[in-house]
């Protein structure tokens, strides 16, 4: 009986741990006055702030929000920095009671806040990696803070790294170390946000700003040049029916000359949409003048080649140039030949 007791508590045991650890997964203490693990997900608005004043406010001064989340997007480093600086903002937004330091760059501590009779700091650290060494090695050289805060998804192995650096101090007989790795174990805390999390917020952000800022002006420049595209074809429009209606043009002749109009149409907005899309106001000066000097090159180019592709028959007005003074067609709205 006793035997079977112990082999269902083991096989619950074994159930409840991951097996690949032997030891199941460790409890996640946050820091006092926290409200623990998010439950929500980092506001869009705060990742945009973030990387715009404290990741990259010169790129975004000199060259836009866009350009500022393009480089987010392709340098690792960058990206780096942005989640390192979005896991502050984050982290004292969910948890009023803390504030950050005035100064950026304050040695050893990010945030601090007011607990058992006196100011505590904590200190923020975010590594790509998840390396328990680089965490230990941070504690050694940021020591000071009391509250020691890492990533919801890197603090067990943080933690286990630092009871194992305990054990093998103990066994070698360094209590005086190991009593300081108990120090720093103490002061270890969970952020209350996954490493995951704050990299996702930062890369899907950055996705929306840059799609986007390519999206607009695309929409502008296929405005602009449907307009443009519009004024042409009337234009060439107009002087097809003058001609027509004037016995200048046959039907046969209206058709070609309505499919150049066409052809004239849609090379002028594509010139003039390639120019807005380049930056140039879709209404200045620079898009008119483009535009225009494309109509007539197209043109004269149109003119040119006319000859080796209009091959319809004469006019009523063309024939009769041709026979002597004084003559005129019988019918004049018979079919010429």
Same mark, same amino acid.
């Given at each position: 009986?006793?035997?079977?007791?112990?082999? *269902?508590?083991? @096989?619950?045991?074994?159930?409840?741990?991951?097996?690949?650890? *032997? =030891?199941?997964?460790?409890?996640?203490?946050?820091?006092?006055?926290?409200?623990?693990?998010? #439950?929500? &997900?980092?506001?869009?608005?705060?990742?945009?702030?973030?990387?715009?004043?404290?990741?990259?406010?010169?790129?975004?001064?000199?060259?836009?929000?866009?350009?500022?989340?393009?480089?987010?997007?392709?340098?690792?480093?960058?990206?780096?920095?942005?989640?390192?600086?979005?896991?502050?903002?984050?982290?004292?937004?969910?948890?009023?009671?803390?504030?950050?330091?005035?100064?950026?760059?304050?040695?050893?501590?990010?945030?601090?806040?007011?607990?058992?009779?006196?100011?505590?700091?904590?200190?923020?650290?975010?590594?790509?990696? !998840?390396?328990?060494?680089?965490?230990?090695?941070?504690?050694?050289?940021?020591?000071?803070? +009391?509250?020691?805060?890492?990533?919801?998804?890197?603090?067990?192995?943080?933690? =286990?790294?630092?009871?194992?650096?305990?054990?093998?101090?103990?066994?070698? !007989?360094?209590?005086?170390?190991? &009593? +300081?790795?108990?120090?720093?174990?103490? =002061?270890?805390?969970?952020?209350?946000?996954?490493?995951?999390?704050?990299?996702?917020?930062?890369?899907?952000?950055?996705?929306?700003?840059?799609?986007?800022?390519?999206?607009?002006?695309?929409?502008?420049?296929?405005?602009?040049?449907?307009?443009?595209?519009?004024?042409?074809?009337?234009?060439?429009? $107009?002087?097809?029916?003058?001609?027509?209606?004037?016995?200048?043009? @046959?039907?046969?002749?209206?058709?070609?000359?309505?499919?150049? $109009?066409?052809?004239?149409? !849609? @090379?002028?907005?594509?010139?003039?949409?390639? &120019?807005?899309?380049?930056?140039?106001?879709?209404?200045?000066?620079?898009?008119? &003048?483009? $535009?225009?000097?494309?109509?007539?090159?197209?043109?004269?180019?149109? !003119?040119?080649?006319?000859?080796?592709?209009?091959?319809?028959?004469?006019?009523?007005? +063309?024939? +009769?140039?041709?026979?002597?003074?004084?003559?005129?067609?019988?019918?004049?709205?018979? #079919?010429?030949?």
């Amino acid at each position: 009986m006793k035997f079977s007791i112990c082999v *269902s508590v083991l @096989t619950f045991g074994l159930l409840l741990c991951p097996a690949r650890t *032997s =030891r199941c997964d460790v409890a996640l203490p946050a820091a006092p006055r926290t409200t623990g693990p998010a #439950r929500l &997900a980092v506001p869009g608005y705060l990742t945009e702030r973030t990387v715009f004043e404290r990741t990259l406010p010169r790129i975004t001064a000199d060259r836009g929000p866009v350009a500022a989340m393009q480089r987010v997007v392709t340098d690792p480093l960058q990206r780096s920095r942005a989640i390192g600086y979005l896991a502050e903002e984050d982290f004292v937004l969910r948890n009023p009671a803390w504030t950050k330091v005035a100064k950026p760059n304050a040695p050893q501590n990010d945030v601090f806040a007011f607990m058992h009779g006196r100011f505590e700091g904590g200190q923020l650290k975010i590594h790509a990696s !998840g390396d328990p060494s680089q965490y230990m090695r941070d504690m050694l050289k940021d020591h000071r803070a +009391e509250h020691f805060l890492v990533p919801d998804d890197h603090y067990p192995a943080v933690r =286990r790294g630092i009871e194992k650096r305990i054990g093998l101090l103990n066994r070698s !007989g360094d209590v005086k170390a190991a &009593a +300081e790795w108990n120090r720093h174990l103490g =002061r270890l805390k969970s952020l209350g946000r996954s490493y995951k999390q704050l990299e996702v917020s930062v890369i899907s952000q950055a996705g929306k700003v840059v799609r986007a800022g390519t999206v607009a002006p695309q929409a502008q420049a296929v405005r602009g040049a449907g307009g443009y595209f519009v004024v042409a074809l009337a234009v060439e429009g $107009g002087v097809v029916i003058y001609r027509s209606a004037t016995g200048e043009l @046959t039907s046969t002749q209206a058709n070609l000359a309505a499919r150049e $109009g066409i052809v004239k149409a !849609g @090379t002028v907005s594509l010139v003039t949409g390639g &120019a807005i899309l380049a930056g140039a106001n879709p209404l200045g000066i620079t898009v008119i &003048a483009v $535009g225009t000097v494309t109509y007539f090159i197209v043109d004269y180019a149109v !003119g040119t080649a006319q000859p080796h592709y209009w091959t319809t028959p004469m006019t009523v007005a +063309e024939i +009769e140039s041709l026979m002597p003074p004084g003559w005129r067609l019988q019918d004049p709205l018979a #079919r010429p030949y």
